[in-house]
């Protein structure tokens, strides 16, 4: 139950395990501060209990010198939290604020309650007639960035794939860049994780990533006719 | 008791034999307004408590009949996750740790005859009646209640073919207008009471701390909840008559209304969450015999971490689609927020270092509040790396956070409060042992309930989802959700104890004693329970601060505010 990081689902992308570093330093820093104050508070809490024949102390506490006593502390909370900043700062920029270079963009519509996505096609251009659009089915290769266009037609949804490490959150009247990198072939779940009205619970698209071959293949088939 | 004519009581119109209906219904007595604050926060503690049993069962045994309820649909299934969030945070965290027992102490503690403004405090509790009245009667309207979280994001709530509820939501949007005039009518009353109606040497500083919290809680709410009300009447009118002000086709902007919400919303945490540190703060230096650690400083870190309230509440929208770039400097906002918090929690662990610590019951709840905090407090951090929030956002690890937190202050932190001061609201004592018991079980099974959530949220399990089961990777952790849902059935039943005990005291406790926990603080020195005007013809006087425990060189180990020492031998 404690050992938090066992949790977190297998981790299929480039920069999920960055993502994962950031949750496990927060995680030990964390732990230790649970162990050491609760540790500290329940030493107390015994060896301070009331016994006859002894007084409380009179400390105020208000003293700098009795003060420093958790000054010191505190100031070890705040240079923690820088550290858990500035470890956090360029992985958050790396995810959101970057995009690499990309040959696949796909945009993904989401409406009550099913995502369509939509593939530009040989052309690379959205809005020709090569354009093909599957519903709850987005192909990518592995070990290639993928761009996405994320974009809603009616309330607000936001596209998660825990396997991803990738959420973000679709506004209707936005198109909202996104970007991953898939690590491993399989097949994993694309839930909807914004509360988006009756059918909001099942809401969710399959997310098929396949080696550079059967990709291809996908391709070719998909794109036959044209 | 009360000597008639007395020369300081005639602003006030009294009489000393008051009706049925202007004692216990149309009263303007600052200790009876919030013993109905109390009330009707506890109905709304009952209402939302079984709102959220219907979900846990739905959740470990989705789409079987729940007892008493019949089956959860996915439609009924958003209602009971927004009205459950909605009653907990404005119907219930609310009336109870501001309304009861900011009404109830401000006066006492501070050495006034009532509040400033007793009429409008009187209006306050009626307003907010109405209110209760407003959200539950949104249950029955056709439609249902609302069903958009407690949140409200548009479009989802601004339009009524989105979610097929169209009443229930503008009564839900009227039924909040009513509560913040209400806590706006009471925030201001507190205000002007405790600045104006100090006795003769009650200055700031000498202050009890649940005072300074309530008073900080009470200005971060006039502070905050403008925007919000701007934006409630711009909802309300996207959905009345079909403006576009959050609706993107017509030049509006649903982001818009998540910068109102969460602007007022963050403070709204440390509205709730202040009071019940207060309370506690109050509870600690009583029952370890000792001053608390650092008077001043727990004051000033109220202030910053109120102040600073209001530049983090972006950290609840990092993936929501505004601008990535701003994400980092609210992080960092979020995550310093930590440090006031960590000085009052340490603070809080250092008084009772050489303290004489008795366990009586309100102490362990206070204990059991410290405890329970940290970990919500730890938990935070998580929720404030904006990286990290990437996957963690919108997940049961921040349902296990805001329950860490909420539940705590609420639950430990008000129960820390009611224990300590039943006796001066009631003129009764409670039972000690039934009273630990409904500690230790609430202890345990709010765990058993609350933390396994933290594991099946990193597991990657979204919040308001009706039915885990429709997703593969959810299937192998469903046993959490079956143990979270049998520890909420027990924590509920942990609390059969609370409710014979006070029935039980009531009826036929024993009579309360003017001081039982021989404690500092103004209150005391009032007859339980304290009469209307609460003190007779005179006024006490203070001498000196709030937590003045186990001064060397005195046989008692508590020196009240009001003694005046002839000569001190010092």
Redesign the interface.
Known sequence: ?LN?MR???ENVSTYGG??DA??AL??Y??LA??FL??G??GF??IR????DG?????????RLR??A???V??AV??VL?FW??LR??P???K???TMPPTELTIQVTAK?FNWEILYPGPDGKFGTEDDRQFDNELHVPVGKPVRLVLKSK???H?L?S??L??????????A?PAWFEATKPGKY?L????????????M?AWLYVHSPEEYQKWVNEQWASS | MRESGAGTLDTHEHHAERGFWRTYVFSTDHKMIGKQYLSLGLFWAVVGGLLAHVMRWQLAWPDTAVPGWGEV???T??VL?TMHGTIMVFFVAMPILLGAFGNFLIPLMIGARDMAFPRLNMLSVWVFALASLVLLVSFFVPGGAA???WTG?P??SAKVE???VNWGLNLWILAHALEFAAFLMGGVNYLTTAIALRVPGMTFFRLPLVIWQQLTATTLFLLSVGPLIAGAVMLLLDRIIGTHFYA??GGG???LWQHLFWFFGHPEVYVILLPAVGLVLDVLPVF??????????IIYSTIAAGGLSFIVWAHHMF???MD??L??PF??TT??I??PF??I???M???????????DTPMLWA?GF??MF??GG??G??NG????D??????YFVVAHFHYTLFSSVVFGGFAGFYFWFPKMFGRLLSEPLGKIHFWLTLVFFNVTF??L???G???M??????PL????LVPHQWINVVATVGAILLLASQIPFVVNVVWSLLAGKTAPKNPWEANTLEWTAPSPPPPLNWGATLPVVYRGA?E????DMAE?WLPQDRALAARSR
């Open positions: 139950m938090w949790w977190l689902p960055e993502i950031v949750i927060i995680y820093v964390t501060w649970f104050t609760l500290v508070f107390f809490l301070y209990r009331r016994r002894r007084r409380a102390t009179y400390v105020a506490g208000e009795e003060a006593w958790i000054l502390p505190v909370v705040l939290d858990i900043d956090g700062g992985v958050w920029a995810v959101k604020t009550q009616d309330v607000i936001s998660f825990p396997n490490r990738f959420k973000q959150d679709i506004v209707p009247g936005r909202i779940e839930p909807c994780a914004e509360l988006c009205g009756f059918g909001h619970s099942g969710k | 649909g996915p439609e299934y958003n996750v069903s958009a979280g994001y479009p989802l989105y979610t097929g993107a086709e902007d649903p982001l370890a015999r000792k001053p608390i650690f650092g008077y001043r400083w993936v929501s689609g990535p770039r994400a980092m992080s960092i995550i310093l930590s440090v960590a000085y929690m340490f603070a662990i250092a008084t009772l270092y050489k303290g004489s610590i008795r366990f204990l410290i405890a940290i970990v730890l938990t951090i998580f790396s904006a990286p990290a990437i996957y963690i956002s919108d997940t933390f396994p933290h594991n099946i990193l597991a990657g979204m919040r308001r989802i009706a039915n429709e997703y593969e990777y937590y425990y186990s001064l060397p180990d």
